[in-house]
């Protein structure tokens, strides 16, 4: 596949072509990235967007002797193809593949294992510092996007650029896009910024124009000061990073691959902290993607004529925007909360039918948690939809801001769990660990789309903070009754030789593990907490007696999760503990089935487990 971009030695022979060439060399690449990804599934519409900047950056950079970033890092396809990796685009995201992020064991040109946004500003001041400490003269290039830059953790960095006035060159790839529409005043700034090459063209002139006089006094010069202020004011709507203590180059045409050299050389040039602002288009080259950049941004396996994927089942993320459209109509109070990801969190048609009762704050997860206690102390009842991984980021929002006032915010957390291909990064296996901890919040996991409806219901009429958290993937449904109170849990099945509580997404495997265990002759029951804080202690106690093992099994942590809960009200008791989960260590990219198999979280690993156990 692509015999023409297997004949070049990358990076090297970028430094060797003409502006022609590399804009041929673009066209190529973007064929085999859609090529590519329609067969193996992936992030599309960003690395599609990021071509032209990627070839100039290694045009003009000598990485891995000068760093080169990426913030999030589902854009580096490109950048893995230029050093050296195009062979490895088979297995992309599969289980012993390449990662469809930056991964250090990879490459020396992948800096960071990265996968969260807003980052990179921060990691390459860093390497920057080090670098003027260590007296190297390597450049820093720390790449960014828009709806990254929404993160308050980009300004925290450009403010400390700025005050330490370091060599570092912060490119700015701006294409009006996060994974749903960007918004917030940030990207409507940028969106303003368009006749900045006006004030660059006047502020050039003005130079040349001084340099032809001799002498000033300071009254003159003073006023000249003055002026160009005015001038910057007048022209650049919001010239905040300079005011940030950076030096602004752009708007840039971020796909002309010529602009885009001669401005990385000049930054360069330039001492102290630079930001180029490149403008480009979110999948570009493939008509598809350019018009729905969003249904792109990640996506499966797909048909490159007609854009088609493979019907999709029902997901628990679109069963609970479902849900949350449906109390709306009777809940006066209830608003909704998402950190850049409508469409992802299942919120698109809550958007379009109640667009006055939903809150898209941009790529900051911290602040829509706050955002939601201030929502809630005002009397209203805030969802907040957020996958697990990147929720981690509110840790300290969730215990001061919710937690401590003791205001009934209900967090809905998305994509819990291993959720296969994107790996280590975006897997959401910490959620249940972190949240123990935490004082007053009261947590479920749905075993099915009937139980999470009932815990929406439940989580709107409690006067507690209340987290929810279910997986990504197929919403089932099983045949049982559903009863959700905070404290009490569910017998599913009962048996005389073991106990199985088995957490949300892991009460199926559990279920078909004891049917594997009755053709071995052992009588398993299973049970589901529904709750795993707080826990059922008596029914754990209960069902404890009499057997001589309690096993758990949950789709977290087993370090701080519901096991070690399990374990800690049994630790008196004559029946054994034995806890199934994630070990602690970083999980891999591969499907959720091939994880689950591998770590034993699937019927027959947990049946297997079981029977191992029970002879020791």
Not at 313 to 336: H, I, P, Q, W
Request: aromatic share 8%; proline share 3%; net charge negative.
């Amino acid at each position: 596949m692509n015999d023409y971009l297997r004949g070049f030695t990358f990076p090297d022979d970028l430094k060797k072509m003409s502006y022609d060439e590399l804009e041929l060399l673009s066209y190529e690449l973007r064929d085999f990235i859609v090529e590519s990804v329609s067969e193996t599934g992936g992030h599309l519409s960003s690395n599609l967007g990021i071509v032209e900047i990627t070839i100039a950056l290694h045009k003009c950079f000598d990485a891995p002797y000068d760093k080169i970033i990426f913030d999030v890092g589902h854009q580096t396809y490109i950048h893995k193809i230029l050093t050296g990796r195009i062979d490895g685009f088979s297995s992309l995201r599969k289980m012993g593949g390449i990662s469809g992020f930056p991964k250090k064991s990879e490459s020396e040109f992948d800096l960071f294992d990265t996968g969260h946004s807003s980052n990179s500003i921060s990691l390459g001041l860093g390497m920057a510092a080090a670098r003027d400490i260590k007296n190297e003269k390597n450049k820093v290039v720390s790449v960014i996007g828009d709806g990254a830059m929404t993160g308050g953790l980009a300004f925290e960095a450009l403010n400390n650029a700025g005050n330490m006035n370091t060599d570092l060159i912060v490119l700015l790839n701006d294409n009006g896009m996060s994974i749903s529409g960007n918004t917030g005043g940030l990207s409507k700034s940028l969106g303003r910024i368009t006749s900045a090459e006006n004030y660059i063209h006047a502020k050039t002139s003005v130079k040349k124009g001084l340099s032809k006089v001799p002498v000033f006094g300071e009254g003159v010069i003073s006023g000249i000061h003055k002026a160009k202020e005015s001038i910057k004011y007048a022209v650049i709507d919001g010239i905040i990073f300079e005011e940030l203590g950076l030096k602004y180059l752009g708007p840039i045409n971020g796909h002309d691959i010529k602009e885009m050299c001669e401005t990385l050389e000049r930054a360069k040039s330039m001492e102290g902290p630079v930001l180029i602002h490149a403008v480009t288009k979110k999948g570009k080259g493939y008509s598809k993607a350019e018009e729905k950049p969003n249904v792109f941004h990640g996506i499966g396996p797909f048909n490159p004529e007609t854009g088609e994927t493979k019907a999709s089942s029902v997901s628990y993320s679109s069963v609970f925007g479902r849900k949350l459209s449906e109390m709306t109509e009777d809940c006066g109070n209830l608003v909704a909360i998402t950190a850049a990801m409508t469409d992802g969190v299942g919120l698109k048609d809550f958007a379009k039918k109640y667009p006055n009762r939903i809150y898209d704050v941009g790529i900051a997860e911290e602040h829509a948690v706050s955002f939601a206690a201030g929502l809630a102390k005002g009397g209203l009842k805030p969802f907040v939809a957020i996958y697990s991984t990147f929720l981690q980021r509110s840790y300290d929002e969730i215990i001061e801001d919710v937690c401590l006032q003791k205001l009934p915010v209900v967090l809905c957390i998305d994509r819990a769990g291993v959720v296969g291909a994107d790996g280590e990064t975006h897997h959401g296996i910490f959620d249940l660990a972190y949240l123990k901890s935490m004082p007053g919040i009261e947590v479920m996991a749905p075993r099915d789309e009937k139980q999470l409806c009932e815990m929406m219901e439940y989580a709107y009429s409690a006067e507690v903070p209340c987290a929810i958290r279910y997986p990504r993937g197929k919403a089932i449904s099983l045949d049982y009754e559903v009863s959700v109170a905070p404290g009490k849990a569910q017998v599913l099945r009962d048996g005389e030789d073991v106990a199985i509580w088995a957490v949300g997404a892991m009460v199926k495997p559990a279920l078909d593990a004891a049917e594997i265990l009755e053709e071995k002759g052992i009588s398993a029951a299973v049970i589901d907490p529904v709750f795993t804080k707080p826990a059922d202690e008596t029914l754990i106690r209960e069902m404890a007696a009499g057997r001589k093992l309690t096993v758990t099994v949950e789709d977290g942590v087993v370090s701080g999760g519901f096991g070690e809960t399990v374990a800690g009200i049994l630790s008196d008791s004559a029946c054994r503990t034995v806890m199934i989960g994630w070990p602690d260590k970083f999980i891999e990219h591969g499907t959720q089935e091939q994880l689950y198999k591998k770590y034993g979280l699937d019927a027959e690993g947990i049946a297997e487990r079981i029977i191992i156990e029970k002879e020791a």
